[in-house]
């Protein structure tokens, strides 16, 4: 049983997907990172080394995203991630003048979590952006990259191959970017270690952001 300031946010499967999804994400980054600046002079890890370890990761995240899909779709945590239209900007506008300003004065959080309410207006659309555009366009410009046979040829001249490594580079570098975003966000809160615990052991610490 859960004290009364803990809440129960994130169920075994979400453990084990987010566990996964975070490790084969960081090995994307490193192995991506390792091809896109790949120099025979300096060599910080093999080519062939990264591009395996790539491809597995890759498989790994891909049939992991699986989980979180349908995770979501049969479970009651999709309702964390419905978005209200009507009155967002407003929302995402408190929550950046928390972040930027109210955070460092003491001031309360806006949208306090509860039971009801597992994500703030800007960790909902941040997580729903990465969730259902950035990984999903990742993984079919990977797997197109991996069969490069069903690229279309050429795009007005332009290499399919190219505009197709061009937008899976990018979706990369954006992905990284939540990823440092993600990492310093989460360690708000009581202490900044409560969040790691949380996603961890399901229990979410209220008072946190
Ligand atoms: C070292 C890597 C990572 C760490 C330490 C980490 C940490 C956390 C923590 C502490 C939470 C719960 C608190 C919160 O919502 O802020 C969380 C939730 C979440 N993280 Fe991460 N994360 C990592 C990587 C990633 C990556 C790579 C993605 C996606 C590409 C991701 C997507 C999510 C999502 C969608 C949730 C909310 C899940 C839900 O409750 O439905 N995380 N993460």
Redesign the pocket.
């Known amino acids: 049983m859960a004290s009364e300031s803990k809440i129960y946010?994130?169920p075994v499967w979400?453990r084990i997907w987010?566990g996964i999804?975070?490790?084969?994400?960081?090995i994307l980054i490193i192995t991506g990172i390792n091809m896109q600046y790949s120099n025979p002079q300096l060599e910080l890890m093999n080519f062939n080394l990264a591009v395996n370890l790539h491809n597995i990761a890759g498989i790994m995240v891909t049939v992991n995203y699986l989980v979180?899909f349908f995770g979501?779709m049969l479970t009651s945590?999709k309702k964390?991630?419905r978005l209200k239209l009507k009155g967002l900007i407003k929302r995402l506008t408190l929550q950046v003048m928390y972040y930027t300003s109210g955070l460092f004065k003491n001031e309360k959080a806006p949208f306090p979590l509860s039971e009801k309410r597992?994500?703030n207006p800007m960790?909902k659309v941040s997580?729903l952006v990465?969730?259902y555009l950035?990984?999903p366009g990742l993984i079919i410009t990977g797997l197109a990259l991996l069969f490069p046979e069903t690229i279309i040829e050429n795009v007005y001249s332009i290499s399919g191959i190219f505009l197709t490594a061009i937008l899976h580079a990018s979706l990369g570098f954006f992905?990284s970017i939540?990823?440092i975003v993600?990492?310093y966000?989460?360690s708000i809160g009581k202490h900044p270690l409560n969040?790691?615990k949380?996603?961890i052991n399901g229990y979410?610490d209220i008072g946190?952001?």
């Open positions: 946010f994130y979400l987010h999804n975070a490790l084969g994400i960081l979180f979501n945590n964390f991630y597992k994500f960790q997580y990465v969730m950035f990984v992905v939540f990823l993600h990492l966000v989460a969040n790691f949380s996603i979410h946190g952001h």
